[in-house]
C-alpha cells in the first residue's frame, strides 16, 4: 500500500511504515494537483498537516483513498465528518505534540513577560541605554494567575509547566468539568501531581488572570470566543497567547484593546489569514509571533510520526515485501 505524506513526515515514521510493507511518498504535492496524483499513483493513506486541505471533493475523486491522517490535533482542515460517513477511515494524533506546544507558549509567556521579542529585534540599534530603560519594567511569572481556556491535553501539560514554575492555574472548560489531576515531573527525580477543577464560567476565569492561554477549536460557525467583550472582562494589563488557532480571537478586536492598554502584550503562534498573517500583527511591538510552530519540535515529530505509523498498520496490517 502506497502512503503519501503531502505535509512531511518523521523518519521514525518512514521507517516503522516501510519496515511494515508501505511504500511512504514525502515529495510535495500542490493541493491543485493533489487528485490526480493519488488516483494515478494508487494511494491508499494520505498524511497531512496544516498545510493541506482534504475537503468533500477530494474524497469523492479519489475512490481508493482508504484512510486520511492529521499529524497534530485539529483536523479543520479535513471534511472528518464526511469522509467517515462514507466509510473513510480518518485519524489524527492528539497526544502527540501536547508537550511540545505547552512548551511553546511557556516561553511565549516568558517572551511577553520581559518584551523579549522586541528587544531581540531592536539591539541592533545600538542604543543600549535607551533600551535598557525602555524594557526595564518586565513582570515575573511567579504568584501570577494563570488562566486556561481549553484544559484538554495540552491546557494540562501546559498547567504542569506553569505550576512548576510557580504560576497559580485556574482552568475553563466547557465539556470537562471533573477534578484533573495533572502529574509534575520537575527533573531530578521529583515527581508529584495537583488536583484542578475546570469551571465553565468564561467571564469568571478571565477575570482572575493575569495571563490567559487558549487551547480551544476553531468554532464550527467561526465566530471567535475572544473578542471586546471579553477583553473588558480582563484585568487591565493582562497578557494572552495563543497557540490553537487563528480566528479564536477577533484580531481587530485585539489590537484595539492593545491600544488602550487593557491587555498589556500578546503572543500568536496562529492567525485568521494563514499563511499571510495581516502586517499590524506582525509589526505590532507588544506582540510576540511565531509562524504555528507549536508542534514543531523534533520529539514531537517523531512521536507523531510513529503514531500515526502505528495506527495505519493497525488498521491494515503488515505487508509483505
Known amino acids: 500500500m502506497k502512503v503519501l505524506a503531502n505535509d512531511g513526515i518523521s523518519q521514525a515514521g518512514i521507517d516503522a511504515l516501510e519496515s511494515a510493507g508501505y511504500t511512504v511518498i ?15 499513483e494508487g494511494i491508499g493513506v494520505l498524511l497531512v498537516r496544516s498545510a493541506t486541505t482534504v475537503r468533500k471533493d477530494l474524497i469523492d475523486a479519489c475512490p481508493n483513498l482508504q484512510l486520511i491522517g492529521r499529524g497534530g490535533v485539529g483536523m479543520d482542515n479535513i471534511d472528518v465528518a464526511y469522509a467517515r460517513s462514507i466509510g473513510r477511515t480518518v485519524i489524527n494524533t492528539p497526544a502527540a505534540s501536547s508537550q511540545s506546544v505547552a512548551e511553546l507558549v511557556l516561553g511565549h509567556l516568558s517572551a511577553i513577560s520581559r518584551s523579549l521579542h522586541d528587544s531581540y529585534k531592536n539591539m541592533e540599534t545600538g542604543e543600549f541605554k535607551v533600551l535598557k530603560k525602555k524594557y526595564a519594567k518586565g513582570v515575573e511569572l511567579r504568584g501570577k494567575t494563570l488562566t486556561i481556556v481549553g484544559f484538554g491535553r495540552i491546557g494540562q501539560s501546559l498547567a504542569s509547566y506553569a505550576i512548576g514554575c510557580g504560576m497559580n492555574v485556574v482552568a475553563v472548560d466547557s465539556f470537562i468539568s471533573d477534578t484533573q489531576t495533572i502529574p509534575l515531573n520537575l527533573g531530578n527525580g521529583v515527581s508529584t501531581s495537583v488536583d484542578i477543577t475546570p469551571t465553565n464560567n468564561l467571564t469568571e476565569g478571565i477575570s482572575k488572570a493575569d495571563f490567559i492561554s487558549v487551547h480551544v477549536p476553531k468554532q464550527d460557525d467561526g465566530s471567535a470566543v475572544f473578542g471586546a467583550k471579553e477583553f473588558e472582562s480582563m484585568k487591565d494589563g493582562v497578557r494572552i497567547a495563543n497557540a490553537a488557532r487563528g480566528g479564536v480571537i477577533d484580531e481587530d478586536a485585539l489590537l484595539v484593546a492593545l491600544e488602550s492598554g487593557k491587555i498589556a502584550a500578546v503572543a500568536l503562534d496562529v492567525f485568521e489569514n494563514e ?45 509483505s515485501n
Not at 515529530?301 to 505487508?319: N, P, Y
Open 26 to 40: 514525502t515529495e510535495k504535492v500542490a493541493q491543485d494537483d493533489l487528485v490526480e496524483s493519488i488516483n494515478n
Open 275 to 319: 499563511p499571510n498573517p495581516r502586517k499590524d500583527l506582525l509589526n505590532h511591538p507588544q506582540i510576540a509571533c511565531t509562524p504555528h510552530i507549536g508542534a514543531a519540535t523534533l520529539e514531537a515529530q517523531d512521536r507523531i510520526g510513529t503514531e500515526l505509523a502505528s495506527s495505519i498498520i493497525d488498521k491494515f496490517g503488515v505487508h
